[in-house]
């Protein structure tokens, strides 16, 4: 393109994973350690998660779902969480690349907290490294937590969905949440310049925490870079692996239209860009290390607050008031079955009594019985017997 501001170029043209381009001391604590970089996407079934994936890497690194196996995936409510990993080397450094691709949410009749299973997966990854960090060898540990969790909005064009605030909400608070505007092929610019402003209005209107670039930075040019990826935000994105030519002769990635091509790579027609620079270029580094130092610590704090040193994660079991509560539970249970024990031998003795009675009554009947028997048998044999004895 023709109108690109020398930053944007710079920018643009870099092809490396951009760590070599990282600021010289940053530069050193990568190389030594090598760095694991793990990217989560997360939203709605059918936005385009996977397909966004397999573009963003060129590389099929994931299997597209066909449309039936998604239709036949959302009648059964399990949310699988799929780890696909590759390694990016760029001359000596080297990223272990963790791409974890998540089916989506939002089919189903009860979409109540269908997210939790995200934090759940967030929240392990910081459990077992806070665990790892707490053992006297610490060499070899193996480090998942997320560093960007880019979430997905379905491009309805109006505004977000309660579901997408609540899930955003509670994602945010754990780790760099980028939000992107899928499939923005779909919408024209107008609507999509529209859709952005209402999306980012939600979004502070409720407080939503998401991953935003550092803007006071004595290097001018790089503040300016920031402050137009925050511009953007958030990214609106077209996923495509295929190559499709364009009516002026080029094969690109995008899709195909009756006006035209919407090209992936295209500054013009969407920001996936921006976005593909942000995460594995200029910005992979500070998302790390806002991940350690802001969500991780957060977690680890709050961990260290409720449990001492090498204690594992309580389970709800293991939970003190939880414990009380079943101790109660327990103790009121006991008494009442004393008392209906207590309740049930009375009526038992009552009713030994009364069959006691009863049979008192019986005897005194049966000998009444006998009694008149033997006068009838009396009255028979005596005198007046040939009375009945016709
Ligand atoms: N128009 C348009 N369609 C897209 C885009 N990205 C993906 N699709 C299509 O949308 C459908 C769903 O794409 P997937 O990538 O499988 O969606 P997903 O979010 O992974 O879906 P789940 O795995 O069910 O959560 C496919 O038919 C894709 O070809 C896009 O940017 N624009
Ligand atoms: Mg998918």
Not at 59 to 72: G, V
Not at 273 to 282: D, E, G
Not at 300 to 322: A, C, I, L, Y
Request: glycine share 6%; net charge positive; hydrophobic share 30%.
């Amino acid at each position: 393109m023709s109108g690109e501001s020398p930053s944007q170029t710079q920018f643009q043209t870099t092809d490396g994973i951009g760590i070599a381009n990282l600021p010289n001391q940053l530069h050193k604590i990568v190389t030594k350690k090598g760095t694991n970089f793990s990217v989560m996407v997360v939203g709605e079934s059918g936005t385009g998660k996977t397909t966004y994936i397999n573009t963003l890497f060129t590389t099929e690194l994931i299997e597209p779902l066909d449309d039936a196996t998604r239709r036949k995936k959302q009648l059964d409510r399990t949310v699988d969480i799929n780890i696909h990993k590759a390694e990016l080397e760029e001359k000596v450094f080297n990223v272990k690349l963790n791409v974890i691709d998540t089916p989506g949410f939002g089919d189903y009749v009860d979409n109540n907290e269908c997210w939790h299973p995200v934090i759940d997966f967030l929240e392990n990854q910081y459990e077992q490294y806070l665990r790892q960090e707490q053992q006297p060898i610490r060499k070899d540990i193996v480090d998942m937590r997320v560093h960007a969790c880019l979430y997905f909005i379905r491009p309805n064009g109006h505004t977000l969905k309660p579901i997408d605030v609540r899930a955003m909400k509670a994602i945010g608070a754990r780790c760099n949440l980028i939000p992107v505007i899928a499939k923005a092929d779909t919408l024209t610019p107008r609507d999509l310049k529209q859709f952005k402003k209402r999306v980012m209005d939600i979004i502070s209107a409720q407080n939503i925490r998401i991953y935003t670039p550092p803007v006071e930075t004595e290097d001018e040019p790089s503040a300016k870079r920031n402050r137009e990826i925050i511009a953007a935000m958030p990214f609106a994105i077209i996923g495509s692996t295929q190559e499709v030519p364009t009516p002026d002769g080029r094969r690109v990635k995008g899709r195909t239209y009756q006006w035209g091509v919407a090209e992936v790579e295209n500054e013009q027609h969407c920001d996936f860009k921006k976005l593909r620079s942000l995460l594995i270029r200029t910005h992979m580094l500070d998302l790390v290390t806002t991940t350690e130092e802001v969500h991780y610590d957060k977690y680890r704090t709050t961990q260290m607050k409720t449990r001492k040193f090498g204690e594992p994660k309580p389970k709800k079991s293991d939970n003190k008031k939880f414990k009380e509560e079943e101790e109660q539970l327990r103790k009121r249970f006991t008494e009442k079955v004393k008392q209906e024990e207590n309740r049930f031998r009375q009526w038992e003795q009552k009713l030994i009594a009364e069959r006691d009675r009863l049979n008192k009554d019986l005897e005194q009947d049966h000998n009444l019985v006998k009694q008149l028997e033997s006068e009838i048998e009396q009255l028979q044999k005596g005198p007046g017997g040939a009375k009945f004895g016709k």
